[in-house]
């Protein structure tokens, strides 16, 4: 539906304004807004997911087209994130945007399960870093991040401490994200009773996306509501980055999905975010688009679905998944930064597949597993100054 700014509470110029390299222009009348779950709140259908934005300008550009709605976590950039948007963000009235933040906690990544140093009192000491990065007394959305089982979505202290974080004006509104095993975790989520929200992967090429979709509309009717990552499926089909992923016609097979009320595709140059605000108003797919996803049809990508099938296939329990993501991460979104951290946090010294003649591990997805493996698990050796 579209709906007045006001109906969000929020004021939206006529046309990108600032110093910005971007040329889009939109009318706020029509912009597709949708209701976030039970929340009260009314999105635009497009917001910026800002794990990989470092440049205050491109944000600013976002804001001043109407996506008021920015997604952020502790750990992105080292908290450099949280850090640009802080600055950025007291120049504007409070009231004129809606921002949310991710706390990860220690995981066991073979299991899912949280270990013994994800506490009550760490959850809350990373939220309080995280409002004062970002200057702030409360965040609009307060994530429990990366959840993957569904002992995590429901862990006691976990819950508590959202629960807490609510009550003392940290949070207005609580949630929680998952890049895997999505479908177990968004049941968790709808049992617990406490959750107003959930941010899940939802793409094109998932290779279980008739249970995503069941899954998701079962979370919308429980009044939950619903924000989409993942949406662009790694950005490349190829490892060689000479089959890039239609990002309007990606965007708009998300969002056509009635049950999600927005999306958090991030935006490192302006020619992205000038795609991004052009679907915002539009969800009809062209010629092109249509051609692109038909011509997909199941083949294969650089998107991990993160079942995690793999795991109990392999003899050491390596956390594969995480490592097709830092995969994905190198050669779709050309950040080895970003894929060198994934790999760091395994805390896995030396690559057992070394140890091993052949790999034991049958991909779901067709993934040669060792190969991929073996090639961005050099980045691993890899000084972090000679990473840009």
Not at 26 to 43: M, N
Not at 181 to 197: G, R, T
């Amino acid at each position: 539906m579209t709906a007045g700014a006001a109906a969000a509470g929020l004021a939206l110029p006529m046309s990108l304004q600032g110093k910005s390299a971007s040329s889009a222009r939109v009318d706020p009348s029509k912009i597709i807004y949708r209701e976030l779950g039970k929340t009260g709140i009314k999105l635009p259908i497009m917001s910026l997911g800002v794990m990989r934005a470092d440049n205050p300008n491109l944000v600013s550009a976002a804001l001043d087209a109407g996506m008021v709605h920015l997604d952020t976590a502790h750990g992105y950039q080292n908290g450099n994130n949280e850090l640009m948007l802080g600055k950025l963000l007291k120049e504007r009235k409070r009231d004129s945007f809606v921002i949310s933040t991710k706390m990860h906690l220690p995981s066991d990544r073979s299991t899912g399960l949280f270990t013994a140093d994800a506490t009550y009192d760490k959850f809350m000491s990373m939220l309080n870093t995280s409002l004062e990065r970002l200057q702030m007394d409360h965040v609009d959305i307060l994530y429990l991040h990366a959840v993957s089982a569904r002992e995590a979505a429901l862990n006691e202290d976990m819950l508590r401490a959202l629960s807490d974080a609510k009550k003392q004006g940290k949070a207005r509104f609580l949630g929680i994200s998952t890049h895997s095993k999505e479908p177990v975790v968004i049941q968790a989520a709808i049992d617990s009773k406490l959750y107003d929200l959930i941010l899940t992967s939802y793409n094109f090429a998932q290779p279980h996306v008739a249970e995503m979709k069941q899954s998701i509309a079962k979370a919308k009717e429980a009044g939950l509501g619903i924000v989409a990552m993942k949406t662009m499926a790694g950005g490349y089909l190829d490892r060689e980055r000479t089959k890039p992923v239609n990002a309007k016609a990606a965007l708009r097979w998300a969002l056509q999905d009635p049950n999600v009320d927005t999306a958090i595709p991030g935006a490192t140059t302006f020619d992205h975010l000038n795609e991004m605000i052009e679907v915002m108003s539009n969800l009809n797919f062209s010629d092109e688009e249509k051609s692109f996803l038909q011509a997909y049809n199941g083949g294969a990508s650089l998107y991990c679905s993160g079942c995690r099938e793999c795991i109990p296939q392999c003899p050491h329990n390596l956390a594969v998944p995480e490592i097709m993501r830092s995969y994905m991460y190198t050669y779709g979104y050309k950040d080895a930064g970003l894929a060198q951290d994934e790999i760091n946090s395994l805390a896995v010294a030396e690559l057992p597949c070394n140890l091993c003649e052949t790999c034991s591990v049958s991909c779901t997805n067709g993934f040669a597993v060792k190969d991929r493996i073996s090639d961005v698990w050099r980045l691993k050796q890899v000084p972090r100054e000679f990473i840009a």
